[in-house]
């Protein structure tokens, strides 16, 4: 069975940092373009940062130079590492696993900054 589970989340206030984790189980994730994605209170869900299976990574402009996406081949774990956090980055941050026609996603965490 296929998982994904996001942790890392909780309230930081703004300037913070926070590490998010995505261990997956019953895949290989290296195999997997991974993307972080988030989903703010009454808003749609955006793309925020990627990691292709080649170890390519990309970032939204919104939030460049602030996150980092990395991988962990041997702990079949993606992280997103988050500084300098503003309260616009509060939101349910969701963990999604792609190779087509496979898709799966985490149930996502929570992160909350204050101001």
């Known amino acids: 069975q296929v998982q994904l589970v996001e942790s890392g989340g909780g309230l930081v206030q703004a300037g913070g940092s926070l590490r998010l984790y995505c261990a997956a189980s019953g895949l290989t994730i290296r195999l997997y373009a991974v993307g972080w994605y988030r989903q703010a209170a009454g808003k749609q869900r955006e793309l925020v940062a990627t990691?292709?299976?080649?170890?390519?990574?990309n970032v939204a402009g919104s939030v460049k130079g602030r996150f980092t996406i990395s991988r962990d081949n041997a702990k079949n774990t993606v992280y997103l590492q988050m500084n300098n956090l503003k309260p616009e980055d509060t939101a349910v941050y969701y963990c999604?696993?792609?190779?087509?026609?496979?898709?799966?996603w985490g149930q996502g965490t929570q992160v909350t900054v204050s101001s």
């Open positions: 999604n696993a792609n190779k087509v026609p496979l898709n799966y």
């Open positions: 990691i292709a299976n080649g170890g390519n990574t």
